[in-house]
């Protein structure tokens, strides 16, 4: 006993060290002097805490502290019980350094044993599923035999019955049939209780009203107080003819009632709103609350207004945009909401109102004027505005739009003195004018609107529509001195717009002047040929040629030697001018650069095409004069007199270059002439001569095989392609040349041999590849084809041929999805378009097959085949007109390419044919796409 009040008596703090800070004998108030041993020895911060001066302990909670485990499951032989000795015992710092310690370790020996552990998991993991396997795995070998299951069996299979009775297969709803009047009238008559029940009586029979039985209202009860069925009949019937009478004829009593009708006036009835009402409820809510908060906000009212008219209540939407006009009685924004809403009489009488509180506002006199439905009353409308508001442009232009031109000149007349700086009145006066009096108003004009160019510019058309051109010029000049000296920037842009505007309205020479007066604003002298034949481009490119032909007049008198500028002027005029415009800017072109072969040839070609020869004779001797031994004049002469049957002179004249100017493709011309004329043998003559000097010229060993297979001597022919290719291994059409010979005579491989010799020679070329496709399939090996195709897409990834012919490769159903690869390789390739063209054709999309036959032709109008796939199919499916129009645009294209084309075009039988006879035998050869 004496030791547990010892216990007691005990405090905590015995033998527990000092906390930091603390000074003895200071809660007593001890504190007179302060010696070292109070404040304790000097130290750094950083040193370690003494044991009177240690750091706090780090205890738990006493309601965290966990009690001791004492069971016998918890007892240990080695460790005893499992919980921690030393759990009320102090927890200082290297406690926790040494649990962190053993932590570390523990989590070492982890990692270490990690794996271990996982690869035994795994293995029991896979014994307990070999011994409980789930119901998938035990019935996967019955599955694996449902393969064997044949059809039959499949049908034998029985379907599963429905074991509900018939009740629960075919639920019907409960049949409520009404109780007729007379049942229940019998059962009051015969089943009348005459006394109640003794518990009754006693709180009250619960029957008795307020009413005696002769004074219920509705008057449906007896003086006894029994119910009158009889009557609620009556009432019943009484109800329906009147409901009845309402869409009846009072007279013959045929209904009036028109169905479709009166269901059309119920749809028109139901709101328009499809949204959720909860959104309308709170958007009124919302708008409410900002109409009380700012009565005077305007935009709050239009929007309540709307809102209501767009949940189909209109009279709603009325109610409350007038009170906003009572509220905003200056807001115009109102007012024409108000008017809007309103109808007809009502809307002119709201008009009327908002004209009295805001008689300066132009929109309502606008509206005004519009809900009048005489001319008469808009008229006086405008009067009464313009007495209001006479400064206003607006209200000017609508009243002068509805009067006569007399009465329109006398208001425009009073408009310009309200509004002298607007510049669109006194334009419009100026129109109604007489020319005296317009120059006079122009003038005005030009006084009060100093800054304007519009003003010079209608002068300028004045003049011009007067006949007086030559001072057109002279205002347009003195317009832009006018301007710089306001301190008005010129902007070239909006003055060659201007210039646009002046050529469509037919005012040419102001549009040239324009032209001529600003092309050089702002533009640097080394940039100035370059945009102006931007600008060129745009004008053509808009249809304003005059415009296009003064920049070209302009730039030519800038650059009178730039042999490009006269280029692009002289195919301008050919494109979009008449053959003596075309000859005359010729004509000065030779003048000022002799030295031009093209443009002579432009010339003379002009002549020819004229049927003028010896003019063009001229012009080519002329041409001679300033460019002697040239070869492209002199080829130039020997068409124009081979052209027109002067075949003796041509001849003359080959000589003559052969010897003063002789190159590779003069003697080709030579030999081929004779070809044509059908002496094979001068032409064999001289291209044998040709081949000695210009053996790297592949068009004469291509020449000389061709003429020797013709005349049927084949192993000639072959040498010839052999010698070719050997001095001329990159000439890729001598190659397929000696191929196509090989498989002519029947010798595939010996044609495949010289193919794949080819490619080696030339690695890369789609055209190589091609063919070899081509001769497996003339060969009927399609599987050898379609591989040495997917060899050529992987060789040539980008070619435009050989997807080309890729397409109609594959079978029908996968040609659309291999366009649409091609497409995106080769998006600008004219081979791709044609056969995409030619794809949307088997399909029968006859307007994407034309719209993308022109798109074709706009990318490559020099490929023959696409004018000719063109053709056929106007011929199959267009009209006569659009057979034309591809006529005559292949024939101003002058196509020189394509496959198809140069195989009629230059054969020999055909060397006087035109483009349009080439067109037609060229569409005729060719199939209709499959």
Avoid at 251 to 273: A, F, I, N, R, W
Avoid at 284 to 296: F, M, Q
Avoid at 446 to 469: F, G, H, M, Q, Y
Wanted: net charge neutral; hydrophobic share 40%.
């Amino acid at each position: 006993m004496s030791t547990n009040a010892l216990a007691k008596k005990k405090k905590h703090f015995i033998g527990v060290p000092a906390p930091l800070g603390y000074v003895p004998g200071l809660g007593r108030g001890a504190t007179g002097f302060t010696t070292r041993s109070d404040i304790g020895p000097a130290r750094d911060p950083s040193d370690v805490s003494d044991e009177r001066h240690a750091p706090p302990i780090k205890r738990q909670k006493e309601d965290e502290e966990e009690e001791v485990d004492l069971n016998d499951a918890n007892y240990d032989e080695f460790a005893g019980y499992g919980g921690s000795l030393c759990t009320k015992d102090p927890y200082e710092k290297d406690d926790e350094e040494a649990d962190a310690i053993y932590e570390a370790v523990d989590k070492r020996m982890d990692e270490r044993r990690k794996e271990r552990r996982e690869k035994r998991y795994l293995q029991e993991l896979e014994k307990y599923r070999a011994e409980r396997p789930k119901i998938q795995q035990m019935f996967s070998d019955l599955k694996r035999s449902l393969t064997d299951v044949t059809d039959t069996d499949w049908k034998s299979i029985p379907e599963v019955g429905d074991a509900r009775n018939k009740r629960q297969r075919n639920p019907r709803n409960d049949r409520l049939t009404p109780m007729p009047d007379s049942i229940l009238a019998l059962a009051m008559d015969t089943g009348t209780v005459n006394s109640l029940d003794s518990r009754q009586s006693a709180y009250g029979s619960g029957l008795t009203s307020a009413f005696p039985g002769g004074l219920t209202p509705g008057g449906v009860t007896t003086r006894d107080g029994e119910l009158d069925l009889r009557k609620i009949g009556q009432a019943r019937n009484t109800l329906m003819d009147m409901k009845l009478n309402m869409v009846s004829d009072s007279v013959s009593g045929q209904t009036v009632v028109d169905p479709k009708g009166y269901l059309t006036d119920l749809q028109s009835m139901l709101p328009e709103y499809g949204g959720d009402i909860n959104d309308v409820k709170k958007a009124r809510l919302l708008l409410k609350s900002v109409r009380d908060t700012n009565p005077s906000h305007g935009p709050a009212w239009i929007a309540s207004a709307r809102l209501e008219e767009v949940t189909g209540k209109v009279q709603a939407a009325r109610n409350i945009i007038m009170k906003g006009t009572e509220a905003c009685p200056k807001s115009e924004d109102v007012w024409l909401e108000a008017a809007r809403l309103q109808p007809g009489d009502t809307a002119r009488a709201v008009i009327a109102q908002a004209v009295r509180q805001i008689p300066t506002s132009v929109r309502i006199w606008i509206r005004a004027a519009d809900l009048e439905t005489e001319m008469k009353g808009k008229r006086r409308v405008f009067r009464k505005a313009l007495e209001q508001i006479p400064n206003s442009v607006r209200l000017w232009k609508a009243a002068v739009e509805l009067e006569e031109p007399e009465e329109a000149r006398i208001l425009l007349s009073r408009a310009v003195e309200c509004c002298p700086t607007s510049v669109e009145l006194w334009l419009a006066l100026a129109r109604l004018e007489t020319y005296e009096n317009a120059r006079k108003v122009l003038n005005k004009a030009r006084e009060n609107c100093p800054t304007d160019r519009l003003i010079w510019i209608t002068a300028a058309k004045l003049e011009e529509a007067n006949s007086n051109v030559h001072m057109v010029e002279k205002i347009i000049d003195r317009a832009l001195t006018s301007l710089r000296a306001n301190m008005v920037e010129i902007n070239r842009e909006q003055w060659l717009k201007d210039a646009e505007e002046c050529e469509k309205a037919g005012s040419i020479a102001t549009c040239q002047a324009i032209i001529r007066a600003v092309i050089g604003v702002g533009v640097e002298d080394e940039d100035r040929k370059h945009t102006w034949m931007d600008d060129a481009d745009s004008f053509s490119a808009d249809g304003v040629h005059e415009c296009a032909r003064a920049v070209f007049a302009h730039a030519l008198t800038v650059f009178p030697s730039k042999k490009s500028v006269w280029l692009r002027a002289a195919h301008f005029e050919r494109a979009h001018g008449t053959r003596e415009t075309l000859e005359t800017l010729l004509q000065k072109a030779v003048a000022h650069c002799p030295k031009a072969e093209v443009l002579w040839l432009m010339g003379a070609k002009s002549k020819w095409l004229a049927e003028d020869i010896p003019a063009a004779r001229s012009i080519l001797s002329l041409a001679f004069q300033a460019n002697p031994n040239s070869e492209d004049i002199w080829l130039a002469a020997v068409k124009l007199e081979s052209e027109n049957m002067e075949y003796e002179r041509a001849r003359r004249l080959l000589m003559k270059a052969r010897s003063s100017a002789p190159t590779a493709r003069v003697w080709m011309k030579s030999a081929k002439l004779e070809w044509q004329l059908g002496d094979i043998d001068k032409g064999l003559e001289l291209l044998n001569e040709a081949v000695t000097v210009y053996d790297d010229y592949p068009k004469l060993w291509m020449m000389l095989g061709q003429i020797r297979e013709q005349a049927g001597q084949m192993d000639q022919a072959r040498e010839a392609f052999g010698h070719g290719v050997k001095k001329c291994p990159h000439a890729i059409p001598l190659w397929n040349l000696m191929a196509r010979l090989e498989v002519r005579s029947g010798h595939i491989i010996k044609a495949r041999a010289i193919l794949e010799k080819a490619r080696l020679k030339n690695p890369q070329c789609p055209e190589l590849w091609l063919e070899a496709v081509r001769v497996e399939i003339q060969g009927g090996l399609k599987d050898i084809a379609n591989n040495l195709m997917a060899k050529a897409m992987q060789d040539c990834p980008g070619s435009g041929i050989l997807w080309a012919e890729a397409i109609f490769m594959e079978a029908r159903p996968q040609r659309k999805t291999k366009s649409v690869d091609a497409l995106k390789r080769c998006e600008h390739d004219a081979n791709v378009l044609l056969a995409v063209s030619k794809l949307f054709w088997t399909e029968r999309k006859l307007q994407k097959a034309r719209d993308w036959f022109n798109r074709t032709l706009k990318i490559e109008p020099d490929l023959g085949d696409a004018w000719a796939y063109f053709y056929k199919f106007e011929l199959v499916h267009g009209t006569e007109e659009q057979t034309a129009e591809v006529t005559k645009k292949c024939v101003l294209a002058e196509p020189r390419h394509g496959e198809a084309w140069c195989g009629v075009s230059k054969d020999m039988s055909n060397w006087k044919k035109k483009t349009g006879e080439v067109l037609e035998m060229v569409a005729q050869s060719l199939a209709v796409p499959t």
